[in-house]
């Protein structure tokens, strides 16, 4: 008579509490930065400027109203669309750019591909200090200063090697079978691409397209020296609350805290896709 199997189970780690324990600290100490702009933003420059800090200081709004340019009469809004126009705008260009290279590179790849990849990741080891005046020339040269078309095509060269290396990732870990199904069933490249690439990368284009996007937001040498009155972004306008007469911590909290909402609800938003994309080809 046999014995009816048991199933036992694995022993528990000891260790998942304290490592549990771990990543919440380490998550803590990441936000104590945000948390300490959010709360000095809603001080008043006198309780922002004290030292010790005044933790229980009266809340307040002036902040964001000076922001929005309740005394000054500066609005926040051309920048902030300028910097929405210039990080969406080569954002999209640089994933129709980045999507059939990583294809011909991963997918179907040509002769030397290796030298390829490197000749991307070698545009990423000049200094961008090193080629801003040359730029600046060029711009001047073409008419295109304080223009903000002038921001994307820089974003989007930029960004394009990262997006390429990312992509290229993404793209070799699809399965050679179901494209070789597609093409037995007589689908061409542009539907391999739409039908079958796009659906089986989504995440990982998500990933590329949050990371591009932060970056454009968050640039400001490019925007800061090509820019004026005209095309100027949302972190160049953040600069204009350092003044002469000193610095308001308050106003530029309250400004760093609006400038930061985007980003950060593009990335709340997206934080399902961003973790399979960035985890994809990882060992499960």
Not at 11 to 21: A, D, E, I
Not at 140 to 152: C, E, R, S
């Amino acid at each position: 008579m046999t014995t009816p199997a048991v199933a036992v189970r694995p022993p528990r780690s000891r260790s998942g509490p304290l490592l549990g324990l771990l990543a919440w600290l380490l998550g803590l100490l990441f936000f104590v930065p945000v948390g300490w702009m959010v709360l000095t933003s809603l001080h008043s420059e006198s309780d922002a400027a004290s030292n010790p800090p005044a933790f229980a200081a009266p809340l307040t709004l002036d902040g964001y109203r000076e922001f929005f340019g309740a005394s000054s009469g500066a609005s926040p809004w051309p920048p902030l669309l300028n910097s929405v126009t210039a990080s969406v705008a080569s954002t999209l260009i640089v994933l129709a750019l980045a999507i059939p290279a990583a294809y011909a590179l991963a997918v179907k790849p040509v002769q030397k591909w290796t030298d390829v990849l490197f000749f991307f990741l070698s545009t990423k080891m000049l200094p961008v200090v090193a080629a801003l005046l040359p730029l600046y020339l060029i711009a001047q040269t073409a008419g295109l200063l304080d223009n903000i078309w002038l921001l994307v095509i820089l974003y989007t060269s930029m960004n394009l090697p990262i997006a390429v290396w990312m992509m290229r990732s993404f793209l070799a870990e699809v399965p050679v079978a179901i494209l070789e199904a597609a093409e037995l069933d007589g689908a061409r490249l542009p539907a391999v691409l739409r039908r079958v690439i796009l659906p089986i990368t989504a995440p990982g284009i998500a990933a590329t397209a949050l990371i591009c996007f932060i970056f454009s937001w968050n640039e400001m040498l490019f925007a800061r020296v090509l820019t004026g009155v005209v095309a100027g972004t949302a972190p160049v306008f953040l600069t204009s609350f350092v003044t002469s007469q000193g610095l308001f911590l308050a106003k530029v909290c309250a400004a760093a805290t609006v400038i930061s909402l985007p980003v950060l609800a593009a990335g709340f938003a997206a934080q399902d896709k961003l973790v399979q994309g960035l985890s994809l080809g990882a060992v499960k």
